[in-house]
């Protein structure tokens, strides 16, 4: 993947991104940067990361999400983002080279079959608008149905009231960022 990704300054006169709050555009601008970022603008990259690296609270990064879902610019689900026509702005005069079409095709080999994968495919194959379900309003579940197994250190735990609970699972950018914050991943 390149270091850079280019974004036109005619981004401040767009319509819909002028009335964008500024955490909005924001997370806007952090969606085309990012380096998790393709040439192909289809990428996986957990909510949570986002609201790590720009800032934004969990619960609004779920919010702007729905909000760029609902207005046809940012598609995402089960992890795997995709920043409708982004890839038009990374091709010189819109037209892809070799090298780049090849690019293109690996970007998009990486990313596992769903809808929002689907959604992208019709788009540029067939020209079609993404046939992509509404958004959800959360990206995954925060609480795992007590009947799934929980990987990692997913003991149970007795709670102080005596009922049974489950450990958190392991998280090694939860327990990162505990050890910087000193806080007790334990107890957080």
């Not at 997370?27 to 934004?56: C, D, H, S, W």
């Not at 690996?106 to 994968?117: G, Q, R, S, T, Y």
Request: aromatic content about 10%; proline content about 9%.
């Amino acid at each position: 993947m390149a270091d850079f990704r280019t974004l036109h300054v005619k981004i401040w006169q767009d319509e819909w991104f002028s009335e964008l709050p500024p955490d909005g555009k924001l997370m806007f601008i952090y969606l085309v940067t990012n380096r998790a970022a393709t040439l192909a603008g289809i990428y996986r990259l957990p909510q949570k990361f986002i609201a790590f690296e720009t800032g934004i609270t969990p619960k609004r990064v779920t919010e702007l999400m729905a909000e760029f879902h609902a207005a046809g610019k940012v598609y995402s689900a089960d992890g795997v983002i995709w920043v409708k026509r982004f890839r038009q702005y990374q091709t010189y005069d819109g037209k892809a080279s070799t090298q780049i079409n090849t690019r293109l095709e690996k970007d998009l080999a990486a990313i596992p079959p769903c809808e929002i994968k689907k959604g992208y495919e019709d788009f540029y194959c067939d020209g079609t608008e993404p046939t992509i379900p509404p958004a959800y309003p959360h990206d995954t579940p925060t609480i795992p149905p007590p009947e799934q197994e929980l990987k990692g250190t997913g003991t149970n735990i007795k709670g102080t009231n005596g009922a049974q609970k489950r450990a958190r699972p392991a998280d090694p950018l939860f327990d990162a960022i505990a050890e910087v914050c000193k806080v007790d991943p334990k107890t957080a």
